[in-house]
């Protein structure tokens, strides 16, 4: 009997012993012979070494500075540029636009919706796209992808989402069957269940838009009681809010009542421009919904006449809105409002999102700050990303020329790093 304890013992002991090795000895990555982008504005780190165990980075420096282990696994990047993970705030999973895919999507079973939002996902992250932040989505959808991702059921960018937007009757994404939120006291229930279900962010919708012809674009349709009350109860949970805006008025209400982020801001004035820059609040332009660009687009997909009009006649003023932000240094997180990673004039609508920022006025590195560590930073999640450093995540993008020269060398990614994976590899292309 005492043999057969000991034998137990001693089983427990070697079993205790390899899962502690296991968790212990990690296996560890080298990234070499890149140059690293300094993202704050420094002289870039040439011949540099990044060390990366599981899915954080542990150590950067130059070559012979940081030691490398004999068991590492070495990705050679000799003669390429490194950056962080690119991120996109302004991201809907189950987009549908006016027109043909509107049409062909109008049965859609949840189940549907679900695979679709899943495969948009295993897109954008192939694209270079590490984080993104959800401004409205369906049925929860996108808070049951963010944990399959999480677990790795299914591969994707980081999700930060708002869940469900909310619309007030008759405004912009009020439709057929969607729920609406009037009054102080309903908007605050609709923000405390969003928040229950574990959205990240509260998204509220102040001003008419583009996409739907619920409202005037320039009008504060959402009262001030309201916007009050819907932002006092999601920051007593800790949870931020960003509002769907193309208007001054409805901007500046919202402002004052503390609002974290401010999406669109199409007919913006240099006004409460400086009022956000005073403020700290955060602009996420998606210039890409109304410019030139995605005409091409619009038009394969079928948009109505009235939708490309209204686009149209929002382009000129956005522009202008965007050039007037730039100027006034107001905190810009880049946004899409379109897949991230749609074919877009040769490259994803991401990274022409970036290159007009650079039209407007940006410089190079402006624009790949507003796409990683800026965006980290809206997020408050700077710590974890938004930049090459140890103890963040290894979400890394692996280029052919420096980004902060040409933003356009965001078109030649040669390597997507998420959590130390690599999920997309052209070294030897
Ligand atoms: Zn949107």
């Known amino acids: 009997m005492k043999k057969f304890y000991t034998a137990i013992i001693f089983t427990i002991a070697v079993f205790l012993a390899t899962a502690t090795q296991a968790t212990e000895t990690p296996s560890v990555t080298a990234v070499i012979g890149g140059t690293i982008v300094d993202l704050e504005g420094k002289a870039p780190l040439p011949d540099a070494v990044i060390l990366i165990e599981g899915e954080r980075i542990t150590a950067v420096g130059k070559a012979g500075d940081v030691a490398i282990p004999a068991s590492a696994e070495i990705i050679d990047a000799t003669g390429r540029w490194l950056i962080p993970g690119l991120m996109n705030m302004h991201v809907h999973l189950g987009l549908k636009l006016p027109g043909k895919t509107e049409a062909e999507l ?32 369906e049925k929860h959808a996108d808070l049951a992808l963010r944990k399959a991702i999480a677990k790795g059921q299914t591969i994707g960018p980081r999700i930060f989402s708002s869940g469900e937007p909310l619309a007030i009757t008759g405004g912009h994404g009020s439709e057929k069957g969607k729920t609406y939120y009037d009054g102080p006291y309903e908007l605050i229930k609709a923000a405390r269940k969003e928040i229950s279900a574990g959205a990240d962010w509260i998204k509220i919708l102040i001003s008419g838009g583009i996409a739907t012809n619920g409202g005037d674009i320039a009008q504060a349709l959402m009262t001030p009681e309201e916007i009050n009350a819907v932002i006092d109860a999601a920051h007593r949970f800790g949870t931020k809010v960003t509002a769907h805006s193309g208007s001054s008025a409805a901007t500046n209400i919202a402002i004052d009542a503390g609002i974290d982020c401010i999406e669109h801001g199409y007919f913006l004035d240099r006004k409460t421009l400086r009022k956000m820059q005073k403020h700290g609040t955060w602009l996420v332009p998606t210039i890409l919904v109304s410019q030139p660009a995605l005409a091409p687009f619009f038009i394969e997909i079928g948009s109505p006449e009235w939708y490309m009009k209204r686009r149209e006649s929002v382009g000129k003023q956005h522009w202008k809105a965007l050039q007037m932000a730039i100027k006034e240094g107001v905190n810009i997180g880049l946004g899409t409002d379109q897949l991230p990673s749609a074919p877009t004039e040769g490259t994803t609508a991401t990274v022409r999102e970036a290159e007009y920022y650079v039209e407007a006025g940006m410089t190079p590195l402006q624009a790949l700050r507003s796409a990683t560590i800026q965006t980290a930073r809206l997020l408050d999640a700077d710590k974890d990303m938004g930049s090459l450093a140890a103890g963040k995540y290894a979400d890394m993008l692996v280029l052919d020329s420096d980004p902060g020269k040409d933003i356009s060398a965001l078109r030649h990614i040669k390597l997507v790093m998420k959590g130390g994976r690599v999920y997309q590899n052209r070294l030897n292309q």
């Open 106 to 137: 109008a049965n859609e079973t949840e189940a549907e919706l679900a695979l679709r939002m899943a495969d948009n996902a295993r897109k954008i992250l192939l694209a270079g796209i590490t984080t993104i932040r959800l401004t409205g989505e």
